[in-house]
C-alpha cells in the first residue's frame, strides 16, 4: 500500500507544478512579460500605409510605395513556345496506313476455314468422278473433267484479277 501514497504524493506535486505554471502564464500576460522582468511599457508599432495616403507631413515618410507590376508577357511567351508539341513526322501518307482492300482481314480469317472446304470438295468431286468411272460412263467424264479445268482456270483469273486490283 505504500506505492500508493506514493502515487498520490507524486499526482499532488504534479498538480501544484501545473497551477504555479498557470499562475505564472496569467501574470506575464498582465505584466507584459515575464515575472522576473518588471513590467515595462508595451512598444507601440509604428503604421504602415500601404493603400493610404497620409495627409500629415511625419506620417507621409510611413507611407509604402504602390509596388509595380511585373511584365509577365515576355515570360508567358518564352512558356507558350517551350510548351508548343515539337512535330516527330511532317506529314503522315494515309494511304500507306490504309489497308488496300477493306475486307483483307475477313479474307485472313477465313482462309483456314477455306482450305478445309477446298479440301472436301476435292475429295467429293474425286469421289464422284470414280463412280462415273466404274459405271462406264466415259463421255460424261470427259465433259465433267473440261468442266472442272475451266473452273479452275476461271478461279485463277479471279484471283490473278484481286492481286491485280490491289
Known amino acids: 500500500m505504500a506505492s500508493v501514497g506514493n502515487l498520490e504524493d507524486a499526482a499532488r506535486k504534479r498538480k501544484e507544478r501545473l497551477a504555479a505554471l ?39 515618410d510611413k507611407a509604402v510605395e504602390a509596388a509595380k507590376p511585373v511584365q509577365v508577357e515576355p515570360i508567358v511567351q518564352e512558356q507558350l513556345e517551350a510548351s508548343k508539341p515539337v512535330p516527330l513526322v511532317e506529314e503522315v501518307d494515309l494511304v500507306n496506313l490504309a489497308p488496300r482492300k477493306p ?49 479452275a482456270a476461271q478461279r485463277q483469273n479471279d484471283d490473278h484479277d484481286d492481286y491485280d486490283s490491289d
Do not use: C, H, M
Not at 31 to 46: F, L, M, R, V
Open 22 to 60: 498557470k499562475k505564472r502564464a496569467q501574470d506575464s500576460k498582465v505584466t507584459g512579460g515575464n515575472e522576473d522582468e518588471p513590467p515595462t511599457k508595451i512598444a507601440a508599432k509604428e503604421p504602415k500605409f500601404r493603400s493610404y495616403q497620409p495627409e500629415d507631413d511625419q506620417l507621409k
Open 103 to 151: 475486307d483483307w482481314d475477313l479474307k485472313r480469317d477465313v482462309a483456314k476455314k477455306l482450305e478445309k472446304l477446298e479440301k472436301r470438295t476435292q475429295r467429293a468431286i474425286a469421289e464422284l468422278i470414280r463412280e462415273r468411272l466404274q459405271s462406264g460412263e466415259r463421255e460424261d467424264l470427259a465433259a465433267v473433267v473440261n468442266a472442272k479445268a475451266v473452273a
